[in-house]
């Protein structure tokens, strides 16, 4: 039998998933550099609210649904088989998905092309688009529900054949967000199907908006984790190995990873701090929830610094910080890591500002949030993706590594960009800019001071843009490199574990204590609106305004 | 290193995250409390299809009011593409309630420079109280997507100072009268 890399016959499936992730990921970034120039004083090509808010829906939709849907599941599907090592219980389980998704992603972007959906990746009802665009996006996220039910499958066969064996780190963690992302499409599924869909179809007339407002927020946190969780697990059990050296507790690994799911899910309320809807009570509650979602955050920091001093020292650091300069910083994985670091301290800084219940009101709906969720989007979950795609696209190739020349002009490429975008709008969010508003009138006076911060971010948009397309090259160039088996290896812990308690080798406890905290987090939330003497709005196609 | 070793050192950094999770919430809990600073979280609902024949947001009840007691109170509603009215003088230095309400889309606006700040959403009163410390104009843009108009959506606070402040006899102000 032929010598292959990843084992299992599951190549093209991961290949399929993350080149389909990719290249809507690059038309997306287009989009976002199109949407720069024409909200600055430079002006765009074809600008006009249509095209813009067209343009905006897309960019969301593939930015915070398509590409990372379609990454996460393509990623899970090499985990579950490089870590395992043993197939999918199910190819063809997997292909269905994988063309469910397909016809999804379709369907939702043909929409948005031909302006019947302009109504942004977060919906707003009581405006409506197209059925077709919701319709899309409900079998995007069935599609994704059939990966989760084979990420369980997977590792309860693994379980079932390895008997009293630890589930290894990053199966254990692809497993956690697998069940994380099933809670968190709870809520944005039933305020889709019972409020959107039968709205968008004529069925219903009126909306209970605060009722969806709701039911959205309890998605919106909680998928920002989904789309981390992947740079997590590459910082746990890729990371350590590219350096050349063990991470330091896998014990802390799999608490974190716990606590990422208990934690992320009971703190939805903090998006609508502004809104009138709430009390102050709930919203204070989730609040102290949030503040909790920083200790995982702070012990991954701790255990990876740890498992870098630990590859810095073998390879001959010395001193307090002299084993910061003797890691390998030219390997992809610790140059991508290093810098994620930097980012999501400057991202977790705005964050804090954000949650922080009484002074969310001098920033919510400005620039300042665009600039924290960029940050924390594309400094911290796609500069990870980046380096999570160069370690194991050659090996799904079966070719050896890339020029790691550009390689690495490409991450720092990012990484300038990512900080010359988000920079100037977390100032304009201070000085008030709005969100979402598709040109400024730059003549006015109070404006005109908007003008220089935000053409300093048309330039950081426009080098993200360059390094998102070079990214794409970089890849394309593999194909012409010589044949190589190069087996994917995972971080060794320093001293791994030989037993488990069950708890920390499943999941049936933490699911409960999710239930439990979203029944006390949500139970009255979304209780209020069937005992209140609730107003519904009439519903609004988008287009019929005035 | 053992085992024992490495949870030592990782119990030891427990503490520092509890501690600086602990001094975040400490702030915010004194910040809330001991100077009241609360988000807009009034919960009062309001029909949205009939607000022009609601009492208090008719249109002819909209705008700029100073009330008996010294304070005011600026009634606005927020609709696609415009706030009514689109300028709204406030006195500086005395208690502001803002009281806006939607007859469509949800909506929103800040005062910049300011964190007069809140989500409109239909079917309910958004009230936001604060007191505007010095004189001069500030833009209130829509920031919440609300259409196709949506770029188009803004107002303009002016807080104008005590003398050149001017109402009726009713109390009402516009930005005629006081600039």
Known sequence: MEERAVKHRVEPLVLAHIGVAFAMFAVAAVLGAWQMMARSPFGAPYASPETYFASVTAHGTIMAYVMPILFIMGFGYFVAVTALDRPLPSMRLAWTGFW???????????????????????????????????????????????????????MAAWKRENPGHPVPLAMFA????????????????????????????????????????????????????????????????????????????????????????????????????????????????????????????????????????????????????????????????????????????????????????????????????????????????????????????????????????????????????????????????????????????????????????????????????????????????????????????????????????????????????????????????????????????????????? | MDEQEIVKTELRWGMVVAAAVGVIVAVIIVSSFVLAMHPPSHVETIDPTTLSKSREFAEGNLGTRLNPDGSVTVRIIATQYAFVPRCIPVPQGRPVTIRITSPDVIHGFIIAGTNANTMVVPGYVAEVRTVFKDAGDHLMPCHEYCGFGHSEMWSLVRVVAQSKWHNDENGRASCETSR
């Open chain 1, 174 to 546: 692809t497993v956690t967000n697998a069940i994380l992302w099933l809670w968190t499409t709870g809520g944005v599924a039933v305020e889709l199907l019972f409020q959107v869909i039968p709205a968008a179809l004529g069925w219903t007339q009126t909306i209970d908006v605060g009722l969806a407002r709701t039911l959205f927020s309890w998605t919106l946190h909680p998928i920002v984790y989904f789309w981390l969780l992947p740079a997590y697990i590459a910082f746990y059990t890729m990371a350590p190995q590219a350096a050349g050296g063990r991470l330091y507790s896998d014990m802390m690994g799999r608490l974190s990873f716990i606590l990422f799911l208990l934690v992320s899910l009971p703190v939805g309320l903090h998006h609508l701090f502004m809104d009138p809807e709430h009390g102050t009570g709930f919203k204070f509650v989730q609040t102290m929830l949030t503040a909790v979602l920083l200790a995982p955050t702070l012990l991954t920091v701790f255990t990876i610094c740890a498992s870098m001093e630990i590859a810095g020292r073998l390879r001959g650091g010395r001193g307090l910080f002299g084993w910061i300069g003797a890691l390998p910083w030219d390997r992809p994985m610790v140059l991508a890591t290093g810098l994620a670091f930097i980012l999501l301290g400057f991202g977790g800084f705005g964050g804090v500002v954000n949650m922080a219940y009484g002074l969310n009101a001098m920033v919510h709906n400005t620039s300042w949030v665009t600039a924290h969720f960029h940050l924390i989007f594309g400094g911290s979950v796609v500069i990870m993706y980046f380096a999570i795609t160069y370690e194991i696209w050659p090996k799904l190739l079966g070719r050896q590594p890339l020029s790691l020349k550009h390689i690495r002009g490409q991450l720092w490429l990012w990484f300038v960009g990512i900080l010359l975008t988000t920079l100037p709008w977390h100032a304009l969010g201070l000085l008030g800019q709005p969100r979402r508003v598709a040109t400024f009138d730059y003549s006015n006076p109070a404006i005109a001071s908007w003008g220089p911060w935000t053409e300093a971010s048309v330039v950081g948009g426009f080098i993200m843009l360059a390094s998102a397309l070079l990214f794409v090259w970089n890849l394309a160039t593999l194909y012409r490199s010589s044949p190589d088996v190069d087996r994917m290896r995972y971080a060794i812990a320093v001293n791994p574990p030989q037993r488990l308690p069950k708890a920390l080798n499943g999941f049936a406890l933490w699911n409960a204590l999710v239930l439990f905290l979203m029944v006390a987090a949500y139970g009255y939330p979304i209780g209020q609106f069937f005992l209140i003497d609730v107003h519904p709005a009439l519903v609004h196609h988008f287009e019929s305004g005035g």
């Open chain 1, 100 to 154: 469910l998704a397909a016809v999804g992603i379709c369907m939702a972007v043909a929409t948005i092309v031909m302006g019947e959906a302009s109504v942004l990746y977060t919906f707003y009802p009581p405006l409506t688009g197209s059925v077709y665009f919701y319709l899309g996006l409900v079998i995007v996220v069935v599609a994704s529900w059939l990966w989760v039910a084979l990420m369980i499958w997977a």
